[in-house]
């Protein structure tokens, strides 16, 4: 947030200007208590807002290709942004930093951080929480701030950013859980026949994988499907821990995903879609049906006896049914594989159209009316 501070005005014109500022919120009798129960009503409202938003949860080890399916689905999803459309973003900015606000006045009270001066902090959220009963939530929330409103808004937000309580709890915020937690957590979103989706994709390095089962808890009762990412081109190919131990990445790949649903397997309900992507798929053909590479000597679960390792239908079933082994028996997940080519754009548009006849008509169903 990136707002001048009017802070170091120190003229009493300057200081005559910011008591004006207030006037929206002059008459209101609000007590500081009042302003926080309808900080907290705001944010029950924005969730209930957005409770209507399905959201998909993107895994994957490094290297996996989650950034190319993301930036795949948006090619396929959406056309190249007219000068009216960028120009239309402002307003995501104005409700942004709006939105923005509202979140820190709320870890704020969370935290129990006292105002640097509360003789202008509080009368400035009265005076935004005026505006924004004049302007509508719904509207806020849905990104519909026009330009005159925001720059109504803009002094008081200015106030409350300079103020130290507000500084703190920007300090702090990711002590206190939310959808804005993680660093290194990317979203996009798609709209499907008007339902939106975002895709939530949290980085797979070693160091950010502790962050896949704290985000599932947190979007606990929200998610419908998580999107794991395997590169299955990877079956030959390793790298060396700090410990210095030597590891497959196509072994890691499926042990991350063991350990995802055996330690943690109460997050997922039997109404998750667990979907898996054997993504990197013409590379993995090219290493086997091109290059003859021997798939038996990496891969010590593979059933040499019975199976053909340079036969790539065989070694893609072994793959499938070599993910049935990681799924606990008695996790119930409605389950689905594809083999995938992030930088094929017509297999991802294949790929996604047979999730959208598979899962997102789930989504559709408890999203619309009937």
Known sequence: ?????????????????AE???????????????VSRQIDRQ??????LRRHERRILLLGTAASGKSTFLRSMRIIHEDRFSEQELLSFKSVIYCNIWRGLMKLLYVKK????????????????????????????????????REDQFLRAAPFIQVLWCDAGVREAFERR????????????????????????RIIDIGGHTNERRKWSK????????????????????????YTKASGELINKLDESFLCLRHLLDVKSELF???????VFFNKDDLFSYKIASLRVDYSKFDSTFPADRFDPL??????????????????????LRRYTHFTTSIDLSNVRRVFRDIRDTVMLNFLREALPA
């Open 215 to 238: 985000t599932l808890r947190i979007f606990q009762g929200e998610l419908q499907s998580v999107i794991y990412i395997i590169a299955c081109s990877t079956f030959n190919e390793t």
């Open 43 to 48: 944010l029950k409202a924005d969730r209930e």
């Open 1 to 17: 947030m990136s707002i001048l501070c009017p802070c170091a005005a120190s003229s009493s014109g300057a200081s005559s200007g």
């Open 269 to 275: 309900t039997r109404d998750m879609n667990l979907i």
């Open 110 to 145: 969370r935290l129990g951080i006292r105002w640097e001066n509360n003789k202008t902090g509080v009368p400035a959220v009265k005076a935004l929480l005026a505006l924004e009963k004049e302007i509508g939530h719904s509207a806020l929330m849905a990104c519909g701030l």
């Open 20 to 34: 004006a500022k207030y006037s929206v919120g002059r008459g209101n009798k609000l007590s500081a208590e009042q």
């Open 311 to 332: 036969d790539l239908g065989q070694v893609r079933e072994h793959l499938i049914r070599r993910l049935t082994t990681v799924v606990p028996p008695n996790r119930q």
């Open 174 to 197: 990711h002590s206190v859980p939310g959808d804005e937690e993680f660093k290194d957590v990317f979203e996009k979103c798609l709209l499907y026949e008007g339902v939106p989706l």
